[in-house]
């Protein structure tokens, strides 16, 4: 048995005062951390969550949920903690993914409850004591991209008036960014951080590297997500819809129904560049190379918001043109 788990299961029995019948894994995620689902003696289950304290700190996670939690989010519930071991006792919040469950007959219903909780967090969570989303980080996050992406998986090199336009995109992405206003930020509120729950759907994870920054962030990556795509249409239509509960709500400011698709069209391609290159860097970094198959899906977002975003029409096209054909 690996260390870990034997140090986890001495912590759930001595600690936590647990009788359980099995230990299982239950999930991982793009990072260190490793999930146990805990099958009680009469059938129940926890999860165990494993953050081994030299690569993950636990304290952003137990932080996080409370907040998210007061906003009304649903969120694990944390019962036991450790976090000087790195360990935590969490509700189980089930097995069924967002991404395991869409579909045509689902997506407004399942769609419809991850809005009103992004709404939730959106007027109800602090963003007081949160990382901000400067500029430092917005342009940190875009350099994976020629880093890991174009340098590291593709081999491709730009040349100076190539990289003086893709520094022009960058700047264009990340004023469009700080122009917004500033809420709670999930940071990966997608079909794989949301799971199908029977009451106040739907839970909440992997929210612990939550900042304060744009108000589009998070429906960008729900209504643009790397992992599922919807008809263009469709998600402009679901864009307008937030535009107007967000309004209502007092976050959008004075700005008009154009101008918040013109946020959520940049913000997506800032996110997207950064998530082609996280995917690139776990192929090559970190041993996993399942998340390269999504890169595709992930850049054509950018192509298509190019064709009516002037600022990143560059961008799109030397996509279109000079990566997307080597992937």
């Given at each position: 048995m690996?260390?870990?788990?034997?140090?986890l299961e001495q912590w759930l029995v001595q600690s936590c005062r647990l009788s359980f019948e099995d230990i299982a894994p239950a999930s991982a995620d793009a990072s260190f951390r490793r999930y146990f689902r805990v099958v009680l003696r009469d059938g129940s289950t926890l999860v165990a969550m494993d953050a081994p304290p030299d690569k993950e700190d636990c304290h952003p996670f137990v932080a996080v949920?409370?907040?998210?939690?007061?906003?009304g989010l649903h969120v694990p519930?944390?019962?036991?903690?450790?976090?000087?071991?790195?360990?935590?006792?969490?509700?189980?919040?089930g097995t069924r993914p967002y991404l395991d469950a869409l579909n045509a007959g689902s997506v407004e219903s399942l769609y419809g409850d991850a809005t009103r909780a992004l709404l939730r967090l959106q007027v109800a969570a602090p963003v007081?004591?949160?990382?901000?989303?400067?500029?430092?980080?917005?342009?940190?996050?875009?350099?994976?991209?020629?880093?890991?992406?174009l340098g590291q998986h593709l081999g491709l090199v730009l040349?100076?008036?190539e990289g003086a336009m893709l520094i022009d995109a960058f700047d264009v992405l990340v004023d469009n960014a700080l122009a917004q206003p500033v809420v709670c930020v999930h940071r990966d509120f997608h079909s794989r951080n949301l799971m199908v729950v029977d009451g106040d759907n739907p839970g909440v994870i992997d929210f612990q590297d939550a900042v304060a920054g744009p108000l589009t962030y998070d429906l960008v990556s729900l209504l643009r997500?790397?992992?599922v795509r919807w008809p263009a249409e469709q998600v402009d239509a679901w864009v307008a819809g937030y535009f107007q509960a967000a309004r209502r709500a007092g976050l959008t400011g004075d700005v008009d129904a154009a101008t918040?698709?013109?946020?959520?069209?940049?913000?997506?391609?800032q996110r997207h560049l950064k998530a082609a290159g996280i995917f690139a860097r776990l192929n090559h970094r970190d041993g996993?190379?399942?998340?390269l198959a999504d890169i595709p899906r992930t850049l054509g977002y950018i192509v298509e918001a190019g064709r009516r975003r002037p600022g990143v029409e560059w961008l799109a096209g030397f996509i279109a043109g000079r990566v997307l054909p080597r992937m």
């Open positions: 690996p260390q870990r788990l034997r140090l949920a409370g907040r998210m939690r007061e906003a519930q944390i019962f036991a903690q450790d976090l000087a071991q790195g360990f935590l006792l969490l509700e189980d919040l007081d004591g949160l990382p901000r989303y400067d500029r430092a980080m917005l342009l940190r996050e875009m350099q994976l991209f020629p880093d890991w992406l040349d100076d008036s997500d790397c992992y918040f698709l013109a946020w959520f069209d940049l913000m997506g391609v996993k190379p399942g998340y």
